[in-house]
């Protein structure tokens, strides 16, 4: 089981950009596959960005251009920039783990998630 904690949340303006981290408990983190979802109040959580072992990424059609996914393996972290920050942007962004291969909107852990808020 692997322990995830998510920080670099807040509250920024349109336009505006932030970094998510996620670290990671697990030793063997390398070995994770891992994504980023996000809830917004009142709706769906949502599929985000997704980076697997081998390092191929993937995004939802919204965030591509605006988000980067990235991984650091040494540091256990996988990170979510975010640029050009719009207000539908807010949510409680999640990060995920799993590792077995396995659908990239589907994770069997779970971090605590960290607020976003962009204002108009």
């Known amino acids: 089981q692997v322990q995830l904690v998510e920080s670099g949340g807040g509250l920024v303006q349109a336009g505006g950009s932030l970094r998510l981290s996620c670290a990671a408990s697990?030793?063997?983190?390398?070995?994770?596959?891992m994504g980023w979802l996000r809830q917004a109040p009142g709706k769906e959580r949502e599929f985000v960005a997704h980076i697997s072992r081998s390092g191929d990424i993937y995004y939802a059609d919204s965030m591509k251009g605006r988000f980067t996914i990235s991984r650091e393996n040494a540091k256990r972290t996988v990170y979510l920039q975010m640029n050009s920050l719009q207000p539908e942007d807010t949510a409680v962004y999640y990060c995920?783990?799993?590792?077995?291969?396995?659908?990239?909107?589907?994770?069997?852990?779970w971090g605590q998630g960290t607020q976003v808020t962009v204002s108009s």
């Open positions: 995920a783990a799993d590792p077995q291969r396995g659908s990239i909107y589907e994770y069997p852990y």
């Open positions: 697990a030793p063997t983190f390398s070995t994770y596959r």
